[in-house]
């Protein structure tokens, strides 16, 4: 700002010498060519001769003598580093040499600084200035513009002209003026005289030698490139008329003075106070208030920003300290208390910036070029160079300066803004933005001068930051690492007993040549191990073995496919999505957490009491943080270590850790520790010539159970073939009828004709006919009813009688007593029959309770067929490990897929149930998703609701 003043000035004071001394020169001529008699001398070196007859030059200054009217076109050009200033004048003249009051200005004024113009018109009157600009219409005194300039050097500023503009050479000068001769051009004459060894005046004439205007070399002046140059039209001078300003209609300019001296009164003391209030409503709703306090001490270089942000609509409140005192920059939000020293934070700076090539930037400025594609820059560009597209009106009082802005030139809809400076003579007030409209959201600004209010920051209670600035070094090192070592380490500790699990391992990865390998080993609370084996030959193939038996391969397509399912589902949430997972997104949607982002109010995610204690230290970093979000009464304490004297930076980073967060009687910690890659372990990675399942197809069978899902009626109609070594019972009919009802799952099962072999059947006769099984499931109870009709023989007669046989087992139990629930209670099938294999008995359990679930698929493959009904996939189980009992054999799974509709239509089924039975099925899909009641099945299960679990019920 000092600068501008100085040059407006120097500018000024340019154009008033230099045409002054010329004036002088012209009016001595004057005065000379009027009064001195012909042939008389004067030998003064301060006259111009008087000759007989005129030269070129004396007609010029003659004509510059009786300009009375003239048209006027020029400006002033000043250059000063990278910055350019044009003032253009256009307008009409009117000169009055015998009384300079009368002198008459109108035109327009367009004031260019770099690129960034403003435009008015301007009419000079009896001494006064009166400017229109755009709806705004001001006036000013001259007396009160040098009054202002006289104050000027109170302020600090140097006007002083420079020595060669305030000591001419009169004489030399005159005697230029009396000697110039004409340089012809095209359309008139040049004339030209030094005012001094820098700065040339050349007059213009017509060819006549009539005064057409001035113009100045480019001359320098202290960093300063000055140019004036004005054109003076006489020829149409008798059309020039003037107008006298509507004076009642314009606003004295004065009072702007006053803020310009209170407003240096104000921020020339050396302590100040200064209050920041920023006001948002929404929706003509209170939303969001900061109040803040701005003291500053520059003789101690302290600065102070201490203020709350108010979320009114969520009634809370955040409060801040920001401070700069002692070298240290301070932080203080909500009780966080950080600082860090200055001469830190520009090596930092210095540090980042150099690390930020020719190569980063080239890439941003390309990332933005392509953003801004579609975006009208020359448009946006013409509307910002002229001033007058957003400042629409200024209106100035005795305690206001209010500046009216709209920046729909910009594309920007905000409204009319005022940008209000209150003040008087005595002091300022402050500044104010009021009605600024964006997308709803209305701004009020306001910054106000307070007494100042001295301060100080107490270092001890501030956690130094500084030890951690070598994790910036190490991030930007480890970001470059091709080769490292992650070793995990994790524990649940249930406080209620010894059943704790335990996880250990690692993984390392070669970015550059794309592999990666390591296990993992999980000690469950049963103290069983499972060990996983992890080795990823490349980005598209990876391949794993889990306790030594199962052994699977996977491409990076696999998680992709499965992501993108996630993605659909939970971007296209479907009716029955929500009946599946309705409620437990309706517990998730009432956590805090949630809430906080459901609402938009993320505010509550920093709100006082989230940060329970923050530490540094040479060696790590400590942050506690409250579980309360995640609705726990629980804190999680995070932890990043490092060895700041490490010898390079990619071993500064040594680990990051979780601990102590507790949750439903447990107690959680996790470690991960940053390693460098170990080649010694090359042996022990997995070998790629073994014989893995290959999994990728899970992806493919997810989808397909997916879109079968979405469904929630089931019905299956199949057939059932049983071998009982020379028995065959083949093409049993099966209806099997599914309900989803929001996850809880309902079956009704039903073989109208169970076949009758007298030597297997067990009854109240060998005689019998008319059996029927149903089978439900509903609450984690299985319910079989088995109806048939035995024929009664008295002596030689008999009639047949109804017999039925009931049980309502919970899950468990029947798992553990399959073969009698299936073969004898369902089926009919006599003990005896059942039991005649030895072994059943002996080893229908095993010792080892526990599941090793890497035997339990024995096989799985997928067979893609281009016909519609031959693809399947097919699944081997050991049901042997997954019930832990011999009773039950390997489960063949067949699951066929409709390529047409996308979803899953049927399953074969088959597995030996001991050593007599055989058993395969075959279910078909024939009405996906068509309704159907089960009211047989809700009869039946109220009528036996009072059973007893796990009794056999006969009625006959």
Same mark, same amino acid.
């Given at each position: 700002?000092?600068?501008?003043?100085?040059?407006?000035?120097?500018?000024?004071?340019?154009?008033?010498?230099?045409?002054?001394?010329?004036?002088?020169?012209?009016?001595?001529?004057?005065?000379?060519?009027?009064?001195?008699?012909?042939?008389?001398?004067?030998?003064?070196?301060?006259?111009?001769?008087?000759?007989?007859?005129?030269?070129?030059?004396?007609?010029?200054?003659?004509?510059?003598?009786?300009?009375?009217?003239?048209?006027?076109?020029?400006?002033?050009?000043?250059?000063?580093?990278?910055?350019?200033?044009?003032?253009?004048?256009?307008?009409?003249?009117?000169?009055?040499?015998?009384?300079?009051?009368?002198?008459?200005?109108?035109?327009?004024?367009?004031?260019?600084?770099?690129?960034?113009?403003?435009?008015?018109?301007?009419?000079? #009157?009896?001494?006064?200035?009166?400017?229109?600009?755009?709806?705004?219409?001001?006036?000013?005194?001259?007396?009160?513009?040098?009054?202002?300039?006289?104050?000027?050097?109170?302020?600090?500023?140097?006007?002083?002209?420079?020595?060669?503009?305030?000591?001419?050479?009169?004489?030399?000068?005159?005697?230029?003026?009396?000697?110039?001769?004409?340089?012809?051009?095209?359309?008139?004459?040049?004339?030209?005289?030094?005012?001094?060894?820098?700065?040339?005046? +050349?007059?213009?004439?017509?060819?006549?030698?009539?005064?057409?205007?001035?113009?100045?070399?480019?001359?320098?002046?202290?960093?300063?490139?000055?140019?004036?140059?004005?054109?003076?039209?006489?020829?149409?001078?008798?059309?020039?008329?003037?107008?006298?300003?509507?004076?009642?209609?314009?606003?004295?300019?004065?009072?702007?003075?006053?803020?310009?001296?209170?407003?240096?009164?104000? #921020?020339?003391?050396?302590?100040?106070?200064?209050?920041?209030?920023?006001?948002?409503?929404?929706?003509?709703?209170?939303?969001?208030?900061?109040?803040?306090?701005?003291?500053?001490?520059?003789?101690?270089?302290?600065?102070?920003?201490?203020?709350?942000?108010?979320?009114?609509?969520?009634?809370?409140?955040?409060?801040?300290?920001?401070?700069?005192?002692?070298?240290?920059?301070?932080?203080?939000?909500?009780?966080?208390?950080?600082?860090?020293?200055?001469?830190?934070?520009?090596?930092?700076?210095?540090?980042?910036?150099?690390?930020?090539?020719?190569?980063?930037?080239?890439?941003?400025?390309?990332?933005?070029?392509?953003?801004?594609?579609?975006?009208?820059?020359?448009?946006?560009?013409?509307?910002?160079?002229?001033?007058?597209?957003?400042?629409?009106?200024?209106?100035?009082?005795?305690?206001?300066?209010?500046?009216?802005?709209?920046?729909?030139?910009?594309?920007?809809?905000?409204?009319?803004?005022?940008?209000?400076?209150?003040?008087?003579?005595?002091?300022?007030?402050?500044?104010?933005?009021?009605?600024?409209?964006?997308?709803?959201?209305?701004?009020?600004?306001?910054?106000?001068?307070?007494?100042?209010?001295?301060?100080?920051?107490?270092?001890?209670?501030? +956690?130094?930051?500084?030890?951690?600035?070598?994790?910036?070094?190490?991030?930007?090192?480890?970001?470059?690492?091709?080769? #490292?070592?992650?070793?995990?380490?994790?524990?649940?500790?249930?406080?209620?007993?010894?059943?704790?699990?335990?996880?250990?391992?690692?993984?390392?990865?070669?970015?550059?040549?794309?592999?990666?390998?390591?296990?993992?080993?999980?000690?469950?609370?049963?103290?069983?191990?499972?060990?996983?084996?992890?080795?990823?030959?490349?980005?598209?193939?990876?391949?794993?073995?889990?306790?030594?038996?199962?052994?699977?391969?996977?491409?990076?397509?696999?998680?992709?496919?499965? #992501?993108?399912?996630?993605?659909?589902?939970?971007?296209?949430?479907?009716?029955?999505?929500?009946?599946?997972?309705?409620?437990?997104?309706?517990?998730?949607?009432?956590?805090?957490?949630?809430?906080?982002?459901?609402?938009?109010?993320?505010?509550?995610?920093?709100?006082?009491?989230?940060?329970?204690?923050?530490?540094?230290?040479?060696?790590?970093?400590?942050?506690?943080?409250?579980?309360?979000?995640?609705?726990?009464?629980?804190?999680?304490?995070?932890?990043?270590?490092?060895?700041?004297?490490?010898?390079?930076?990619?071993?500064?980073?040594?680990?990051?850790?979780?601990?102590?967060?507790?949750?439903?009687?447990?107690?959680?910690?996790?470690?991960?520790?940053?390693?460098?890659?170990?080649?010694?372990?090359?042996?022990?990675?997995?070998?790629?010539?073994?014989?893995?399942?290959?999994?990728?197809?899970?992806?493919?069978?997810?989808?397909?159970?997916?879109?079968?899902?979405?469904?929630?009626?089931?019905?299956?109609?199949?057939?059932?073939?049983?071998?009982?070594?020379?028995?065959?019972?083949?093409?049993?009919?099966?209806?099997?009828?599914?309900?989803?009802?929001?996850?809880?799952?309902?079956?009704?099962?039903?073989?109208?004709?169970?076949?009758?072999?007298?030597?297997?059947?067990?009854?109240?006769?060998?005689?019998?006919?008319?059996?029927?099984?149903?089978?439900?499931?509903?609450?984690?109870?299985?319910?079989?009813?088995?109806?048939?009709?035995?024929?009664?023989?008295?002596?030689?007669?008999?009639?047949?009688?109804?017999?039925?046989?009931?049980?309502?087992?919970?899950?468990?139990?029947?798992?553990?007593?399959?073969?009698?629930?299936?073969?004898?209670?369902?089926?009919?099938?006599?003990?005896?029959?059942?039991?005649?294999?030895?072994?059943?008995?002996?080893?229908?359990?095993?010792?080892?309770?526990?599941?090793?679930?890497?035997?339990?698929?024995?096989?799985?493959?997928?067979?893609?067929?281009?016909?519609?009904?031959?693809?399947?996939?097919?699944?081997?189980?050991?049901?042997?490990?997954?019930?832990?009992?011999?009773?039950?054999?390997?489960?063949?799974?067949?699951?066929?897929?409709?390529?047409?509709?996308?979803?899953?239509?049927?399953?074969?089924?088959?597995?030996?149930?001991?050593?007599?039975?055989?058993?395969?099925?075959?279910?078909?899909?024939?009405?996906?998703?068509?309704?159907?009641?089960?009211?047989?099945?809700?009869?039946?299960?109220?009528?036996?609701?009072?059973?007893?679990?796990?009794?056999?019920?006969?009625?006959?």
């Amino acid at each position: 700002m000092k600068s501008i003043y100085k040059q407006i000035m120097l500018w000024a004071g340019t154009l008033t010498l230099s045409t002054g001394v010329a004036f002088a020169a012209f009016f001595d001529y004057s005065s000379l060519n009027k009064n001195s008699n012909p042939g008389s001398g004067n030998d003064s070196n301060n006259t111009i001769t008087n000759p007989v007859v005129e030269t070129p030059s004396q007609k010029l200054l003659a004509s510059i003598m009786d300009i009375n009217k003239a048209s006027i076109d020029g400006g002033i050009s000043i250059k000063q580093d990278n910055s350019e200033i044009n003032l253009d004048v256009d307008g009409a003249l009117l000169l009055d040499i015998n009384n300079l009051d009368n002198i008459r200005f109108e035109g327009d004024l367009v004031a260019d600084i770099n690129g960034i113009n403003a435009k008015g018109k301007i009419n000079y #009157f009896e001494n006064k200035i009166y400017f229109d600009y755009e709806n705004s219409k001001l006036s000013l005194k001259t007396d009160s513009i040098l009054d202002f300039v006289e104050m000027i050097p109170n302020y600090g500023f140097d006007l002083a002209l420079p020595s060669e503009l305030t000591n001419f050479d009169l004489n030399a000068i005159v005697n230029q003026i009396n000697s110039m001769e004409p340089e012809e051009v095209s359309g008139g004459y040049m004339f030209r005289f030094d005012l001094t060894d820098t700065i040339e005046i +050349v007059l213009k004439s017509d060819k006549e030698y009539n005064f057409t205007g001035f113009r100045t070399n480019n001359f320098y002046f202290k960093d300063t490139y000055i140019n004036l140059d004005f054109d003076i039209d006489e020829k149409n001078s008798d059309t020039i008329t003037f107008i006298d300003p509507n004076i009642g209609q314009y606003q004295a300019f004065e009072p702007a003075f006053d803020l310009v001296n209170v407003l240096y009164n104000s #921020f020339n003391k050396s302590q100040n106070t200064l209050n920041l209030s920023i006001n948002i409503d929404n929706l003509d709703k209170a939303y969001l208030n900061l109040d803040a306090d701005i003291s500053f001490d520059s003789s101690l270089s302290k600065v102070e920003l201490n203020g709350t942000v108010n979320e009114v609509n969520f009634d809370r409140s955040h409060k801040f300290l920001l401070g700069a005192q002692d070298s240290n920059l301070f932080v203080n939000y909500n009780n966080l208390k950080l600082s860090i020293e200055n001469q830190n934070i520009y090596m930092l700076l210095n540090y980042l910036l150099g690390k930020v090539g020719d190569a980063y930037l080239t890439d941003g400025l390309n990332s933005i070029t392509g953003l801004l594609e579609d975006f009208d820059i020359e448009g946006l560009m013409n509307n910002l160079t002229s001033v007058n597209n957003l400042i629409k009106d200024i209106k100035v009082s005795e305690e206001s300066l209010d500046i009216y802005l709209n920046f729909d030139s910009l594309g920007l809809e905000a409204g009319d803004i005022i940008l209000n400076f209150a003040f008087n003579k005595e002091e300022f007030k402050g500044i104010n933005i009021v009605d600024l409209n964006i997308g709803g959201y209305l701004f009020d600004f306001s910054l106000k001068v307070k007494p100042y209010e001295d301060f100080n920051f107490n270092k001890e209670e501030y +956690v130094a930051i500084d030890p951690a600035l070598c994790l910036v070094d190490s991030v930007l090192a480890l970001s470059n690492e091709q080769r #490292f070592r992650l070793d995990f380490d994790a524990s649940i500790d249930d406080k209620a007993s010894e059943n704790d699990i335990s996880i250990n391992g690692g993984l390392q990865f070669d970015i550059e040549k794309e592999y990666g390998y390591g296990e993992l080993d999980l000690t469950d609370a049963s103290k069983n191990n499972h060990n996983i084996k992890v080795d990823m030959r490349s980005y598209d193939e990876i391949i794993f073995k889990y306790n030594e038996n199962l052994k699977g391969r996977f491409s990076s397509s696999f998680f992709t496919d499965v #992501f993108s399912m996630v993605q659909e589902i939970l971007n296209n949430k479907d009716d029955h999505f929500y009946e599946l997972f309705g409620d437990m997104l309706n517990d998730l949607s009432t956590l805090p957490l949630m809430e906080a982002i459901n609402n938009k109010d993320y505010g509550k995610l920093f709100e006082i009491g989230l940060i329970d204690s923050f530490n540094v230290t040479n060696n790590k970093i400590e942050l506690v943080l409250s579980a309360g979000l995640l609705g726990i009464d629980s804190t999680i304490k995070l932890e990043l270590g490092y060895d700041s004297e490490a010898s390079s930076a990619k071993g500064i980073l040594k680990y990051f850790k979780v601990s102590d967060f507790e949750y439903d009687g447990n107690v959680y910690n996790f470690q991960v520790n940053l390693t460098s890659f170990d080649d010694s372990l090359e042996d022990t990675r997995l070998h790629p010539g073994d014989n893995y399942i290959e999994f990728d197809s899970l992806a493919v069978l997810l989808q397909l159970g997916i879109n079968t899902s979405r469904y929630n009626h089931y019905h299956f109609n199949g057939t059932v073939n049983l071998n009982l070594g020379k028995w065959n019972l083949t093409e049993i009919p099966l209806d099997l009828k599914v309900y989803n009802d929001k996850g809880n799952v309902s079956v009704d099962a039903e073989i109208s004709e169970v076949p009758i072999v007298p030597i297997l059947s067990t009854g109240k006769s060998l005689s019998l006919r008319n059996r029927s099984l149903r089978v439900y499931y509903k609450d984690g109870y299985i319910y079989i009813n088995r109806k048939e009709e035995f024929y009664d023989a008295i002596l030689f007669w008999g009639k047949w009688k109804p017999y039925e046989v009931y049980v309502k087992a919970d899950i468990n139990t029947f798992l553990d007593n399959i073969v009698y629930y299936l073969c004898n209670v369902g089926l009919g099938f006599s003990e005896s029959i059942i039991s005649q294999d030895s072994s059943t008995s002996d080893d229908s359990n095993s010792d080892d309770s526990t599941i090793h679930f890497e035997n339990i698929i024995k096989s799985y493959e997928y067979k893609d067929s281009a016909e519609n009904e031959n693809s399947y996939f097919a699944l081997t189980i050991n049901t042997e490990e997954l019930l832990k009992t011999s009773v039950l054999g390997d489960v063949n799974l067949k699951v066929n897929v409709n390529k047409a509709t996308q979803t899953l239509y049927g399953i074969d089924l088959g597995f030996k149930l001991v050593s007599i039975l055989d058993a395969n099925a075959s279910f078909v899909l024939v009405d996906l998703g068509k309704e159907f009641n089960l009211d047989s099945m809700n009869d039946y299960l109220a009528n036996h609701k009072g059973d007893t679990d796990n009794q056999l019920y006969e009625v006959y």
